[in-house]
């Protein structure tokens, strides 16, 4: 079945596309995309999609993360039969998209545990993946291509005063002082349509170019810092690739040398990536209904 092929969600015999809104503890695995022999989370989904209906799925993502990368507000569609569909409800008169969160929560703690032979501490992962929503998606819809924008967050405690053992998996420990003030004028000279191309890992065939809508840091009432990263689209390590050179002008290297760097359009020694366990996919943001299939031809052709 194509990854990207739109399916209508009508019962004239066409295929179901689900939207499926999904969130994740990003540490125990080896990124979003499935790799043999490692455990990920499109792998761990898969794998219990294929319970649920009795046959391979295959998940189309809004925005692949990297290992240890979180998620708070991810997006995947598969493609159903309307049987297929139906039958996820085993003949009660209750939804099919909430019969399908409700089981998929079981098998996903089945699938995540004692899996792979893994240790102890590593065993029991239930909860670390959870759906929050499953619905027949507009005609045109696709998850990664309809995509108007994806936003991510970073925390880091800049003070030895705020590293707190409790929030420390989702929090980067820095051992020196920021100046958040200093880091946003240097990241605000990055907003726009450039070629990312010095902040990416590039992939053979496909752009760097990409619009970034918004880089700040803010620092919160409880003393961390906080960025945010918005854009239509990412390559692969931009977004710690960004945040990781903000860090180095935060520290007292000239603020003009991130625009330096966007400008050098060469990836080196000097792309510098941040660590990737405080990072959070927040939000995948969508057009109107009606929109979906034009998003989708448009995001099609600029990401070729």
């Known amino acids: 079945m194509p990854e990207h092929k739109p399916a209508v969600p009508a019962p004239d015999g066409g295929l179901v596309r689900v939207r499926m809104d999904l969130s994740y503890d990003g540490a125990p695995f080896r990124g979003w995309a499935a790799q043999p022999g490692h455990l990920t989370v499109q792998g761990a989904l898969e794998e219990a999609l294929a319970v649920l209906v009795r046959r391979p799925v295959r998940l189309t993502v809004a925005g692949r993360t990297d290992a240890g990368v979180h998620a708070r507000g991810q997006?995947?569609?598969f493609?159903?039969?309307p049987g297929e569909w139906q039958a996820l409800a085993r003949g009660r008169a209750i939804d099919p998209g909430a019969a399908l969160v409700r089981r998929l929560r079981g098998v996903l703690a089945k699938v995540?545990?004692?899996r792979l032979?893994?240790?102890a501490p590593l065993r029991d992962l239930a909860g670390a993946i959870e759906g929050h929503s499953a619905v027949p998606a507009p005609p045109g819809f696709d998850a990664r291509f309809s995509a108007l924008w994806r936003r991510y967050s970073y925390r880091i405690a800049d003070r030895q005063e705020l590293w707190d053992p409790l929030t420390r998996n989702i929090t980067l420990w820095h051992d020196h002082p920021l100046d958040a003030k200093v880091m946003n004028d240097a990241a605000g000279r990055l907003i726009g349509v450039h070629d990312f191309l010095s902040f990416c890992k590039p992939r053979e065939g496909a752009t760097t170019i990409r619009e970034l809508q918004h880089f700040s840091f803010v620092r919160g009432h409880d003393g961390v810092v906080t960025a945010t990263v918005q854009a239509d689209a990412f390559c692969h390590n931009m977004v710690r690739a960004l945040i990781g050179a903000a860090l180095i002008v935060g520290t007292g290297q000239d603020p003009h040398w991130l625009h330096e760097r966007l400008l050098a359009r060469v990836r080196d020694s000097r792309t510098k990536l941040a660590a990737p366990h405080p990072l959070v996919?927040?939000?995948?943001?969508y057009p109107e209904e009606h929109g979906m299939m034009l998003r989708a031809g448009q995001a099609r052709a600029m990401r070729a």
């Open 117 to 119: 032979g893994a240790p």
């Open 75 to 77: 997006v995947v569609h």
């Open 281 to 285: 996919l927040e939000h995948v943001a």
């Open 112 to 114: 995540l545990g004692g």
């Open 79 to 81: 493609d159903l039969d």
